[in-house]
């Protein structure tokens, strides 16, 4: 007889989510930060009493009653902020002018096991805005560990209401609403080095460049051991005093990605070089707003924030990554090359710049789960399609656009590297390397110009070599501006030039020619190389499967003229009927030309869609008919539909697009029936088409038995954005011209599934899909009678 049983959660789960989890004394302290702060805290104490071996973490957040202690805080891996409840009583303040209402911090439920990681004993003290209250929560962690085999839900915990919160703390209370986190018994020693330490990680992690107004965290010391120096050395405020030096001492570049347009501005030592905005092309975020603020420290700079900060800048840290307000571990860290920059300097040193070279940080404002960060809390962002345009964009419109300034403009100009000043643009060259750049952006049509600093546009006496390109950047630049002054002083400077550029222009006419010259001929290598290849790949075909493939074509190419000429008959009646109504007549006439031409207009679609299906199946055959082990005059075959899919996928498909694009995972699985081979290619090609469509790199198929059936089923997955479930119907993504992409047919998935039907299958949206996800489910047709 079955019985219903349930899992038993051993104590040793409290380790598990713990100690385990969270093994850095900081990052266990950050965590408790952050909870403060997803219960709308506009401030948090952070106190060290040595002298009684405990650390108050005290916060003036919302505060949680009784039943939200035993329903929240209680309930492990529950998390308020994941189901959304967790706005309940908010107040607003510092953190959200750094992530959007509504967005959290963490979202698994277990940050509060960071208590286990700091000490023995916690003694919880919390007060909400509804009453004077004060509910108090002991937990003895050892308790847990005593014996695994005892139930974790069985140990209890001691939850009652007193009179107040403590009255011995070392630092003051909340008046209002708030939650104090008593940690005795501490498990670690807090020594001077231990918490300066511990401030300059929290300083990276909340505030690294000093650029809030206010700093809401705060750092107190009770030590009898250390002299009054130390203990003012260690209180105050968590933040850093480098604003000026990094807004007025180096290049900087700032880029806000939001509603699907970018817009750039590059400063260099407090002087503004340009505005731009362009359209954004990157999908992934757009229901996102990314903030970047990237500087390039030279020689001078270095010194001077070595002197002011203690630390050399390649030691702080280089570009750090926020989402909604807290920093991504460990991005930006010394030793961390998420961008890939140190592996492209190595490729050219006196070309790109480095982690060494930059500082700076990207702020994401995102929907909870959008991105997604590694449960161990110091691997990252979980790299998917928003991931990889998140990191793109970084890349191209920020740390790229930098570097082209730099490396093109300051570097050209040794002396620049020991300036802590613009001095350098009244140089004329420097000057000239500028406008330039400013003239290439000017060139593309997706780049509108906002501004530019007008006195780098001021005409100047510049060698000959370079003054046509800075002619050539400033046109451009006063004409998309519209500086009719501009124009004119370019023409009486050209005046001046006629000789030189007469000679210029013939050098550069021969330059041109020879370009041009050897562009035809490098084109003309690779058709031929292209060429080769192809013959190549198919010199193996015999003079039989050639035969079989060319009157394969021809059936297909017979469907479709057939369905050609009927539509251009339909076309042919439609036009009449059009005539007839425009001739005017009784109105039973009218009555039946519109019918005649409702009826011709849905008889010439679906000839368009048979055509499209039966180009779909004819680019299948030429694509897979010289690996084919089958007569391919047969459309359908008897045979093991699961190798099938096996061998196209893993050995045609993969063949041609690489193993890491696409796999199929039989499983040892078999299912005998009869099917046809190229509309089953058609499916996996279509599926292979949309997951690329929304950025996907890789397509995996896994075979599996289907629930309480001996029928096989295939689920396919990919790595790109999904589903948009805002902006398009999950439930119509098989309709027939329904697309959830710009540009789309809507036939491709509409196809799939007619021909799946055919062949006695099925196609759907699996139902245990995470929401937001493009996860499908193949059934493969049965054994046939």
């Known amino acids: 007889m079955a019985t219903q049983e349930h899992f038993r959660v051993s104590s040793h789960l409290k380790d598990v989510i713990g100690r385990d989890l969270v093994t850095n004394e900081f990052v266990a302290v950050f965590e408790l930060v952050k909870n403060a702060f997803d219960a709308s805290a506009s401030k948090v104490d952070i106190a060290f009493d040595n002298d009684a071996r405990e650390l108050w973490i005290v916060d003036d957040g919302k505060g949680m009653d009784e039943q939200a202690i035993r329903d929240k805080w209680l309930f492990v891996a529950y998390s308020a902020k994941a189901d959304g409840t967790e706005d309940a009583g908010a107040k607003r303040d510092y953190r959200d002018r750094i992530r959007p209402q509504g967005q959290y911090a963490g979202s698994k439920g277990i940050g509060r096991f960071s208590c286990d990681t700091l000490g023995e004993v916690l003694a919880l003290y919390t007060r909400t805005t509804k009453g004077n209250e004060v509910q108090k929560l002991s937990v003895q962690w050892e308790k847990f560990e005593a014996d695994s085999k005892q ?12 009179d107040g919160f403590p009255t011995d703390a070392p630092i003051s209370m909340p008046q209002g609403p708030g939650t104090i986190l008593r940690i005795s018994s501490l498990r670690g020693s807090w020594h001077y080095d231990d918490i300066f330490r511990l401030r300059r990680y929290l ?83 757009l229901q996102s707003a990314v903030r970047m603020e990237l500087f390039y420290l030279n020689r001078s700079a270095k010194h001077t924030f070595t002197a ?37 300097k190595q490729q050219g040193s006196a070309r790109y710049l480095g982690t060494r070279d930059l500082m700076g940080r990207v702020d994401v404002s995102a929907p909870t789960r959008m991105f997604r960060e590694a449960s161990s809390r110091d691997a990252g ?8 345009d998140l990191y793109e964009a970084v890349k191209r419109k920020a740390i790229f656009r930098l570097e082209r300034y730099v490396v093109g403009v300051t570097w050209m100009d040794a002396a620049d590297a020991d300036r802590d000043d613009a001095s350098g643009l009244s140089l ?21 110009i906002e501004y530019y600093d007008p006195e780098i546009t001021e005409l100047f006496d510049a060698e000959a070599k370079s003054i046509e390109g800075t002619f050539k950047s400033l046109s451009i630049i006063a004409e998309r501006r519209g500086d009719n002054e501009l124009l004119r002083s370019i023409e009486a ?22 370009r041009a010259a050897k562009a035809y001929a490098d ?95 004819l680019t299948a055959v030429a694509r897979f008919a010289s690996n084919a082990r089958f007569d391919l005059e047969t459309d359908l075959l008897q045979g093991d539909i699961v190798e099938f899919l096996d061998e196209y996928v893993n050995q045609v498909r993969a063949g041609r697009d690489g193993a890491s694009i696409i796999a199929f995972q039989g499983n040892s699985l078999s299912q005998v029936t009869r099917f046809r081979p190229v509309d089953l290619v058609v499916v996996v090609d279509n599926l292979l088409d949309n997951a690329r469509k929304h950025g996907a790199r890789q397509l995996t198929m896994t075979a599996r038995r289907k ?51 055919e062949m006695g299958g099925d196609i759907s949206l699996d139902v245990a899909r995470d929401s937001g996800r493009a996860d499908f489910v193949m059934t493969l047709p049965g054994p046939k009678a």
């Open 151 to 162: 139930l974790f839900q069985k140990i209890g915990v001691r939850l009652e209401e007193v």
């Open 203 to 285: 300083e990276k992690l909340i505030d690294p460049f000093g650029t809030t107004d206010d700093t809401p965290v705060y750092i107190s010391v009770k030590d009898s051991e250390l002299s009054r120096g130390q203990i003012t050395d260690l209180d105050g405020p968590v933040g850093n005093n480098i604003r000026d030096l990094l807004s007025d001492k180096t290049t900087k570049i700032n880029v806000l990605i939001e509603n699907g347009k970018i817009s750039t501005t590059l400063t260099d030592r407090g002087r503004v070089i340009y505005k731009i905005t362009e359209r954004s092309e990157f999908e992934g975020l």
């Open 308 to 344: 002011r900060m203690g630390v050399r800048s390649v030691e702080f840290g280089s570009v750090f990554l926020f989402l909604n307000g807290f920093r991504i571990f460990p991005i930006g860290e010394e030793n961390d090359d998420t961008f890939g920059l140190n592996r492209r």
């Open 381 to 388: 962002l979980i790299e998917d399609a928003r991931v990889r």
């Open 428 to 448: 004329a060259p420097t000057r000239s390397r500028v406008v330039q750049l400013i003239g290439q952006l000017a060139a593309s049509k997706a780049v509108e």
């Open 493 to 514: 400077a050209r005046a001046r030039q006629v000789e030189l550029e007469a000679s210029e222009r013939e050098a550069a006419e021969a330059a041109r020619e020879a």
């Open 523 to 617: 084109e003309r290598i690779a058709r031929l190389e292209q060429q080769a290849t192809y013959l190549a790949s198919t010199q193996d075909m015999t003079v039989e499967q050639m035969t079989l493939l060319l009157h394969q074509v021809m059936i297909y190419a017979g469907h479709i003229g057939s369905a050609v000429d009927r539509a251009l008959g339909n076309a042919r009646v439609t036009l009449e009927a059009a005539a007839d109504l425009a001739a005017g007549g009784d109105d039973e006439d009218l009555l039946d030309a519109a019918a005649s031409i409702r009826t011709r207009t849905r008889r010439m679609v679906d000839d368009l869609d048979y055509i499209h299906l039966e180009n779909d199946r």
């Open 707 to 757: 629930k309480g059936t001996k029928l096989v089923e295939v689920l396919i997955c990919d790595d790109g954005r999904g589903i948009d479930e805002q902006r398009v119907d999950p439930a119509r993504l098989f309709e027939k011209g329904y697309t959830s992409g710009a540009g789309g047919t809507g036939l491709g998935l509409y196809h799939s599934r007619k021909v799946m039907d």
